[in-house]
């Protein structure tokens, strides 16, 4: 048994040598999605981490292994819809983008992994109808 723990605590230690790379880069704010003030508020405590340059990294996204996972989704979070480069994406990917948010943001996001340790990005029902609401009304 101690055996086993030794071994446990000698992987972990060796995994903190395997570091990745934590990024928020650099973007025009002119590019960023333009909302009313409580959407956006809405946006940046429920939606920026994993989907905006803007991401705020948590002492725990530095311990591998959690920190693989974190910058993985994060990075898979950005390829899905950045809003720090809204305006860079065609009308079509917008309007695609916005779509997919409008789905999404009914059952799947954020996701319960991530609300777990993010509480308050746990969105009320009432404030989803009312980002979906905006959607439907969005002009690009």
């Known amino acids: 048994m101690k055996y086993t723990i030794y071994v446990m605590l000698a992987l972990l ?3 903190q040598l ?3 790379e934590y990024s928020n880069p650099k973007s ?12 956006k508020t809405i946006l940046k405590r429920a939606c920026y981490d994993c989907h905006s340059n803007e991401t705020v990294w948590p002492w725990y996204s530095k311990i591998a292994p959690l920190s693989w996972s974190i910058v993985d989704h994060v990075e898979d979070g950005r390829a899905w819809v950045n809003y720090s480069i809204w305006y860079s994406y065609t009308k079509e990917e917008q309007s695609k983008k916005l779509k997919e948010t409008f789905r999404a943001i ?5 996701p319960s992994s991530y609300i ?23 002009q690009q």
């Open 13 to 15: 230690g060796l995994a």
């Open 28 to 39: 025009d704010k002119n590019l960023e999605i333009q909302t009313p003030k409580e959407i």
């Open 106 to 110: 009914y059952a799947a996001m954020p």
């Open 18 to 20: 395997l570091q990745v």
């Open 116 to 138: 777990r340790f993010h509480d308050a990005a746990n969105l009320t029902k009432e404030e989803r109808k009312f980002v979906r609401d905006w959607i439907k009304n969005f």
